[in-house]
């Protein structure tokens, strides 16, 4: 069977190689354009134009990625078991390597926050994951960023989400979290009786150089037992303040 090539099939042709030459990236895109195979240069954004079969383009984008990293099984630096998950915010600064020098830039990024989340958590303790988020939150990122500086991606942000603890190790830090609040009981009812005392002393030692106020205090709490009526109250009444002074 033989195929007869009219002039409107190669305009025809000549069309459709025309318009998928022309290709529109958004502001967000940048397309890398490989020539013969060969990594040719970073194009966009707006309109670009691409030999076909010559040229081939990967489209990358620059906007920042939000990415959940699973709980991950940690124990800590005293020997604790927990399940950390947190949140890591990235983005593409150099075509070029992101495409080139890893084969999943998004799936290598994914694996290398699990592998760093644990890592550098297990060089804390307990109490440094539940009170220290935001240093251990730089840590992580300066670690990622380090990392994945090689591939064109800049780490911004990571975040811790949660610490899961077992049901035991709950009950543990509830127990320690009771002692410590009676240990500040006592400790300021401690302090307010050693205040308590040493105003009882001032007030003993300026009632002993005037005896006459020594009388009106013991008036007054006359006066101040006088108002109860429904007991019978005995007040005992020193000698030594019927004598004249």
């Known amino acids: 069977m033989a195929f007869e090539i009219t002039a409107g099939g190669v305009l025809f042709l000549m069309a459709l190689l025309v318009i998928s030459a ?8 940048r397309g890398v354009v490989f020539m013969l195979g060969r990594f040719w240069k970073v194009k966009g954004p707006g309109l670009v134009l691409i ?23 940690v124990i ?11 949140v890591v ?13 890893v084969a999943n830039f998004l799936e290598a990024t994914s694996q290398l926050s699990q592998t760093t989340l644990r890592s550098v958590l297990g060089k804390h303790e307990l109490d440094e994951m539940l009170a220290e988020r935001e240093r ?12 994945t500086d090689g591939w064109g991606i800049k780490v911004s942000n ?32 401690a302090e307010g009786e050693l205040q308590a005392s040493v105003k009882l002393l001032e007030a003993a030692q300026m009632l002993a150089k005037a005896p006459q106020a020594m009388q009106l205090r013991y008036m007054q ?11 019978t109250i005995a007040f005992p009444l020193p000698i030594d303040l019927l004598s004249a002074h």
Do not use: C, W
Not at 22 to 29: A, N
Not at 89 to 101: K, Q, T
Not at 172 to 189: D, F, G, L, Y
């Open 22 to 29: 022309f290709r529109v990236l958004r502001e967000y895109e």
């Open 51 to 73: 030999i076909p079969v010559v040229q081939q383009m990967v489209r990358v984008d620059l906007r920042t990625v939000v990415m959940n990293v699973p709980p991950q099984d």
């Open 76 to 86: 800590s630096r005293d020997n604790v078991s927990v399940k950390v998950s947190a």
């Open 89 to 101: 915010y990235f983005r593409v600064v150099d075509p070029e390597r992101a495409i080139i020098h």
């Open 136 to 147: 251990l939150n730089f840590d992580i990122q300066q670690s990622l960023d380090s990392q």
């Open 158 to 189: 990571v975040e811790i989400k949660h610490v899961d603890l077992n049901e035991t190790m709950i009950r543990a830090i509830a127990r320690q979290a009771e002692a410590e609040r009676e240990r500040r009981a006592k400790v300021i009812h």
């Open 221 to 231: 709490t006359l006066t101040q037992i006088a108002g109860d009526k429904s007991s």
